[in-house]
């Protein structure tokens, strides 16, 4: 039986082969969010397919208190709506002690102190590769560039090309 949600109905290997997925900026765009609400304790867990057929990354972080938890997650999604991806699930949002947003290709959890002390994420999927932050941000800008130094380059040549049919026309008797 086939799921009627399009988006469960998306074949996790059917991907388009693209320099860079939505997935990883808005990943990129998430732990921004996290950071500019002051969360604690950003971690990003890359998740081995192998083991974990249902997302790429997890996007770990705390709030102090359950207000800061709530604005953690209204920026999250505020941010990511801006790009276009909304999450397909949300849950614990009213309770704010572990907030989940499910955007399928990464998961973001929002703990309390003590619910991430005592569900401990990074010791259950010890597996996943710990992905350093700036790393992750460096390898998105790297595959944003070629895009933007071809289009720079284009703008070159043909403002080169102008330039030198301007000088043609000023020799000309």
């Not at 990883?24 to 500019?36: H, L, Y």
């Not at 991430?116 to 460096?138: G, P, Q, T």
Request: one cysteine or more; a positive charge.
């Amino acid at each position: 039986m086939k799921p009627n949600n399009p988006i469960l109905q998306k074949s996790r290997r059917a991907k388009p082969s693209a320099p860079i997925s939505p997935g990883k900026t808005g990943v990129v765009e998430a732990i921004a969010a996290c950071q500019e609400k002051k969360a604690e304790g950003i971690t990003l867990l890359q998740l081995d397919s192998a083991s974990s057929g249902f997302t790429d990354y997890f996007v770990i972080c705390s709030g102090s208190n359950p207000r800061q938890i709530q604005a953690i997650c209204d920026e999250v999604e505020q941010r990511l709506s801006k790009d276009g991806l909304c999450p397909t699930h949300v849950e614990g949002y009213n309770q704010a002690e572990w907030v989940l947003l499910d955007y399928v290709d990464f998961v973001v959890h929002i703990f309390s102190e003590n619910a991430r002390k005592f569900y401990d994420l990074e010791r259950l999927w010890k597996s996943a590769k710990r992905v350093d932050v700036s790393e992750l941000k460096a390898r998105t800008l790297k595959a944003k560039k070629p895009e933007k130094q071809r289009s720079a380059l284009l703008r070159t040549k043909s403002s080169a090309g102008q330039k030198s049919r301007k000088a043609i026309r000023a020799q000309k008797p």
